[in-house]
């Protein structure tokens, strides 16, 4: 499950593809799962005996070959994409407040080393989201050679003028496949992760998911 927040609260609440749908972004081509088909007359007989229970079948044959298969369906164990956001997200989350200047905010990220942070209200609700990034590329610094005064105003201004919103959010027992979608759409550094009622409970990075996947792999599969 997806929300969207903004300045005037939640804006939207739904499945991916629904977010997609609102948030102008292209819905992705996925993959078919594709049927196994029979290899021979012989395959497709087996299978319409154990499905359709054929009369020409004793119950002795029957047995055998749904144990015959059984062991041709080998089966998958759960992969990183199918763990939830809760299970690799990070719980000890540096949120700034609205009315934070963005000196204060700057020094923060820096301290605490941090690419970005959730913006959150008075009440502790999501409302945006401020990477370094984008205060680097911030439009509004003073010009070269400006008065100490336009420095220091620049400095005080809040993070509401410059952070992302309305900003994407994701809850906790969301499947990591869809967090890493949502990521790739957004091209976000990190999701936060809210409750029911959209106060950030954690945050789940791109960083986060890509450990999870080589941990799932194991070290062999990468040389």
Not at 16 to 36: F, G, N, T, W, Y
Not at 44 to 57: D, I, L
Not at 180 to 195: E, F, K, M, T, Y
């Amino acid at each position: 499950m997806f929300s969207v927040y903004g300045a005037a609260g939640r804006v939207f609440r739904g499945t991916l593809d629904q977010m997609r749908q609102i948030d102008k972004v292209h819905r992705a081509d996925r993959s078919r799962a594709i049927e196994p088909a029979a290899r021979d007359g012989h395959d497709s007989a087996v299978r319409e005996a154990v499905e359709y229970g054929a009369p020409t079948v004793t119950p002795q044959q029957r047995s055998a070959i749904t144990a015959y298969e059984t062991t041709r369906q080998p089966t998958t164990p759960q992969g990183w994409y199918d763990m939830a956001v809760a299970d690799i997200m990070t719980r000890k989350v540096l949120s700034l407040p609205l009315d934070a200047s963005i000196h204060d905010a700057w020094q923060q990220l820096q301290h605490h080393g941090r690419g970005q942070a959730p913006v959150v209200n008075a009440q502790g609700i999501l409302v945006g989201m401020l990477t370094r990034a984008d205060l680097a590329r911030f439009g509004q610094w003073p010009a070269p050679g400006a008065e100490q005064q336009a420095w220091d105003d620049w400095r005080a201004q809040t993070v509401e003028t410059c952070m992302l919103t309305p900003v994407p959010s994701v809850a906790a027992p969301t499947p990591l496949r869809h967090a890493a979608s949502a990521l790739l759409d957004s091209d976000l550094p990190g999701l936060p992760v809210v409750d029911d009622e959209g106060r950030v409970i954690g945050f789940v990075s791109r960083a986060d998911i890509l450990r999870a996947a080589l941990r799932d792999a194991g070290l062999d599969a990468w040389g």
